[in-house]
């Protein structure tokens, strides 16, 4: 994904153009980029003039017509309202908020979704205490440091394993009852 805003040129005879890939675009082609997080701009070849608001507007109108609703009609019709009242000034404002907020919490959530664990109250002790037993089970295997290690097992780091091991068992013990 590059960080450039992609240019797309509208000739005359109103197709489009993608100067990064020289070919020709749609207006599908367009909403991919955005949905793949690009920046676009679109501009008329001729005049001049900024036409990425009406192109973008079209695709969302496009959305709504085949089906895919996501505007609420009470939103569609708040927003017709906001062209003709003094919430027009805070409108934009608000909805650009809104978009942020969404998208932050959305991250949160992908991220959540990668290692639904984490959130678990005690996951990064449990996890300690995995890796700990692992350890203790190869005999230090694959670490360069703990190779000069091999066959001098201290008791008391044993000892503590053996305490984890207890400890995480109860813990487990613990969750198979809640349910």
Known sequence: MSGETLLIKRYASR?????????????DDISNFVRDGREVQIIDLKSGDDLTRQYLLQIVADHEN???NVLPLDVLTDLVRSYTTQAQSIVPEFLATSF?????GQSKVMESMANPMSA???????????EAFLKAMTGGLGGASDASNEGKEDPSELDAIRAQLTAMQEQLSKMGKKK
Do not use: I
């Open 15 to 27: 197709r489009l153009y993608n100067t990064e890939t020289s070919d020709y675009v749609t207006l």
């Open 66 to 68: 085949r089906g895919e």
């Open 100 to 104: 942020d907020m969404l998208r932050e």
């Open 120 to 130: 678990m109250p005690g996951f990064d002790a449990m996890k300690a205490q995995q």
